[in-house]
Nanobody
Framework: QVQLAESGGGLVQAGGSLRLSCAAS????????MAWFRQAPGKVREFVAL????????YYPDSVKGRFTISRDNAKNTVYLQMNSLKPEDSAVYYC????????????????????WGQGTQVTVSL
């Protein structure tokens, strides 16, 4: 069992930066694959980034590459999403998710891959 809690969201001007954090309660955190998703009003929940237990990283969609960075600190049981050069279209509720599964290809983009979810943190980017 894992509990996840996101923090760090807020209101920021276009071009600014935010760092989101996701704190996990489980003692086996280092064994989990950790991902970020986001959901804007009226839109489907969208995969943003994955950092596997071994540090391998996958970003989706392409628009976040070069602007967002996912990382983890196993000693703190925390995963981060550093977001730079923010755009209004980045506005969404951001969720962290954890999975003990190993999947391949597009399986990592699927919500069903992930067993545990946080409650989300709101990010709003103004002009």
């Amino acid at each position: 069992q894992v509990q996840l809690a996101e923090s760090g969201g807020g209101l920021v001007q276009a071009g600014g930066s935010l760092r989101l954090s996701c704190a996990a309660s489980g003692r086996t955190f280092s064994m989990y694959n950790m991902a970020w998703f986001r959901q804007a009003p009226g839109k489907v929940r969208e995969f943003v980034a994955l950092i596997r237990w071994n540090g391998v990283i996958l970003y989706y969609p392409d628009s976040v590459k070069g602007r967002f960075t996912i990382s983890r600190d196993n000693a703190k049981n925390t995963v981060y999403l550093q977001m730079n050069s923010l755009k209004p279209e980045d506005s969404a509720v951001y969720y962290c998710a954890a999975s003990a599964k190993t999947v391949y290809g597009t399986g990592w983009y699927k919500e069903a891959t992930y067993d545990y979810w946080g409650q989300g943190t709101q990010v709003t980017v103004s002009l």
